[in-house]
């Protein structure tokens, strides 16, 4: 096994490692840190199931980003819908047969990947241009976009102009599940493809990306409204009463 | 009145965003709470020497006890949603008055010490040590925030500044840096009972003034009653709606409504107050003592239902908090939702074709309706999501001719606060109260050059205290703000009782 492959395999599992165990964590820590008080931001839904159809409002279409600016909103959820077009199709290189909506989502997610830069150009270009958004951009703002636009662009290179070999790509994937990774190819456009990857892969836990386990967790959104037929208290606070 | 030392932002037709100009109000902070003040909430009286390390340690507290908080800090990306919400960004211009900008200063601080990129690349990802220069920023900013949740309506993530500002309060105060008036106010609860510290002979005095004013009036002896056990109904209303106009013309109001639906209730010298500044301050002790006075109350005077009258926080802290804190409620009549607001049970009437108006009594007014923040944000009113915003404008419709709504930007969930809430309204305080009106008061005066509105009717004593203060500094009126039973109270025709007898004929004449 070539030098590069073994890098390559042990930053793969270093990056998925890290990426579900810091998740895991951050997700446990929510769940468990109490939430003492109902504090949904209303007009907010009275039930379990107004809840859950709030909170896929939020998740599939940004509506309240949508309510509170149009600009960011068009570029945002363009990107992110981008994103999930991309990484359905690149599902096909970690399945073995590929199943058949994924084979159907192919052709749409090159466009996603269009769509990715597109939306990740028109989010960078308001951190300069609108005073606003640029006084709160810190370097790792910066950073992240940065990342998520080279990954997209190398990706599309590699799509259009300088193909590389899938097939290697995808048993050198497939073969990882088994502790036994076949050679990856030399291209440097994959390999800084795959490096940038796992980079963000290793930074999710440890920065704003975390605001995609974040918002299934928010009290605001999560809430049902419904403090007056239900007490709602925290065991912390339960321990006041005694 | 109203010569300002400051400079009062011009009003404009439409909403202009000001570009970032930092440091504008650096300078603006409240008087700190002297040491007799912090000692009867459980706060130390100074800056404590250590203080850092104490607030780092209050901080990881808190961290644990509120998923609010540690998920806020998480997940704001920066978008910017939030930058052009907040009210007080929109009339003073200083990016720390942008609902992230603010929470930047909590942020910042929680990355250098509980994160680990902040830990490793503090540079990178915005981290700063806790100086004292820190600190400061968060005594004057975390106090230049009303708490009004404008910016979690338009954040994707839900993101609520009123939890950090609340946090950094209740971290702020527990090394001794208290802010003097919501802390001496909290002091006032605890020893006479209410905000503004009336004794009981006040009140009662007040009410049979009360009393007398209206049967002069109407000649309805409309009863105003006091401590009176066994009665159906405890109303719970802040101590301005004692004091001092436009507030006591709502609380004439509510008494006008109970008399009309023929029940009997009682005001409490135990639980004369209603709102709870232990929110403000993000203490969920104090905000828990001070609600403790009203189920106290409630069992003592042997009452069925507890109403709330006009205010803001008071209703959030009633309506989403007060089952939590000092329930359950289950010794009250289960037939009635506990609390009920003042609106819920008077719009009920109306549904019932209880009560009967002479819209014309409000003809001299053209009204508009301030949505309270906390009300339209914070809480509802009956059983429909939105109700809060419905039924007060139900009750205007009931009991006015002339009504329309402001812009609709500025309204309902979107509303813009007045300026004065979160613990804000003290004259310390003034430049910033102004300044943070702008947003509405310049809807006010839209709706006043287009449709020729005269009043604001609003259902939160702060509300109606802050707009009283500082209307005129935009050469408006302090009695274009109007308390919403006000309104009720004009139009509403009594039905004399049958010792009014003497005075039957005057009275229908009347209706």
């Not at chain 2, 250590?50 to 998923?67: F, H, I, P, S």
């Amino acid at each position: 096994m070539s030098f590069l492959t073994t890098v390559y395999a042990y930053l793969y599992y270093f990056a998925a490692l890290v990426l579900l165990a810091g998740v895991t964590f951050k997700v446990v820590q929510y769940a468990r840190t109490p939430a003492p008080l109902k504090i949904p931001t209303t007009p907010a839904p009275t039930t379990r199931a107004g809840v859950v159809l709030r909170m896929t409002r939020e998740v599939v279409l940004f509506e309240s980003l949508f309510r509170g600016n149009k600009w960011t909103w068009i570029f945002g959820w363009i990107f992110h819908f981008g994103l999930f077009l991309v990484t359905l199709r690149h599902l096909r290189y970690f399945m073995e047969p590929v199943w058949l909506p994924i084979e159907l989502v192919q052709p749409f997610g090159v466009y996603g990947g269009m769509a990715m830069v597109v939306g990740l150009a028109g989010l960078w270009a308001r951190r300069f241009f609108v005073d606003r958004v640029r006084y709160i951009s810190s370097p790792s703002d910066h950073l992240i976009l940065a990342l998520l636009i080279v990954i997209g662009c190398t990706g599309l290179l590699m799509k259009f102009v300088f193909h590389t070999d899938v097939v290697a790509v995808k048993s050198f994937f497939i073969g990882l599940y088994s502790f036994d990774p076949q050679p990856l190819p030399g291209d440097p456009l994959l390999l800084l493809h795959l490096f940038l990857v796992a980079a963000l892969m290793i930074i999710f836990p440890y920065s704003k990306l975390l605001h995609a386990p974040g918002l299934f967790f928010s009290p605001s959104r999560n809430q049902v409204d419904n403090p007056r037929e239900q007490r709602h208290i925290a065991p912390w606070a339960k321990r006041l009463e005694q | 009145m109203a010569k300002a030392t400051f400079e009062v932002p011009e009003l404009s037709q439409y909403l202009d965003v000001p570009p970032v100009t930092p440091q504008t109000m650096a300078h603006s902070k409240p008087f700190v709470a002297k040491p007799e003040f912090q000692a009867p909430l459980g706060f130390p009286g100074e800056l404590m020497d250590d203080w850092q390390e104490k607030a780092l340690d209050k901080m990881g507290e808190l961290l644990g006890k509120y998923r609010s908080l540690r998920v806020y800090l998480d997940s704001c990306v920066k978008c910017g949603s939030c930058t052009d919400k907040c009210h007080y960004y929109l009339g003073t211009k200083d990016p720390k008055n942008m609902p992230v900008g603010r929470q930047d200063l909590m942020r910042k601080v929680y990355r250098r010490y509980f994160t680990l990129a902040g830990k490793l690349f503090p540079k990178l990802v915005g981290a700063e040590d806790f100086t004292k220069d820190v600190l400061d920023d968060w005594y004057s900013y975390f106090h230049q925030c009303s708490q009004c949740r404008r910016c979690s309506v338009f954040c994707p993530y839900g993101i609520d500044t009123a939890e950090i500002s609340m946090a950094a309060r209740e971290i702020m105060d527990s090394i001794g840096v208290g802010q003097k008036y919501c802390n001496e106010i909290i002091s006032k609860v605890y020893t006479i009972g209410n905000n503004l510290g009336l004794p009981g002979p006040a009140l009662k005095d007040t009410l049979e003034g009360l009393e007398e004013d209206v049967y002069d009036d109407t000649g309805v002896a409309v009863r105003y009653p006091l401590d009176e056990v066994g009665a159906d109904i405890l109303l719970v209303t802040p101590s301005a709606d004692f004091f001092a106009e436009p507030h006591v013309d709502g609380l004439i109001g509510y008494g006008k409504v109970f008399h009309e639906a023929g029940v009997t209730w009682t005001l409490s010298s135990h639980a004369s107050e209603a709102a709870n500044f232990g929110m403000f301050i993000g203490s969920y002790d104090n905000m828990r003592r001070v609600a403790q006075r009203i189920r106290e109350a409630a069992i003592e005077l042997k009452v069925k239902r507890i109403v709330f009258g006009e205010c803001g926080h008071a209703w959030r802290v009633a309506y989403s908090f007060l089952n939590t804190l000092v329930g359950p409620w289950d010794f009250l009549d289960p037939r009635y939702p506990v609390p009920q607001h003042i609106c819920e049970f008077t719009y009920n009437l109306i549904q019932e074709g209880k009560l009967t108006f002479d819209k014309g009594e409000n003809d001299d007014k053209v009204l508009t309706y301030h949505d309270s923040c906390n009300v339209a944000r914070a809480s509802r009113m009956g059983d429909t999501p939105g109700g809060q915003f419905e039924i007060p404008r139900a009750i205007i419709r009931a009991t006015c001719n002339h009504f329309f709504d402001m812009d609709e930007d500025t309204i309902r969930d979107r509303t813009f606060c007045c300026g004065g809430g979160g613990g804000l309204l003290t004259d310390d305080l003034m430049e910033l109260r102004v300044k943070g009106a702008k947003p509405r008061v310049e809807a006010l005066n839209n709706v006043m050059l287009e449709k020729g509105v005269t009043h604001m009717a609003a259902i939160c004593a702060i509300c109606k205290s802050q707009f009283t203060k500082v209307l005129p500094y935009y050469g408006m009126e302090m009695d274009q703000i109007v308390s919403l039973h006000q309104l009720v109270s004009n139009a509403i025709v009594l039905t004399p009782a049958l010792d009014d007898e003497d005075d039957e004929e005057e009275a229908e004449e009347a209706a």
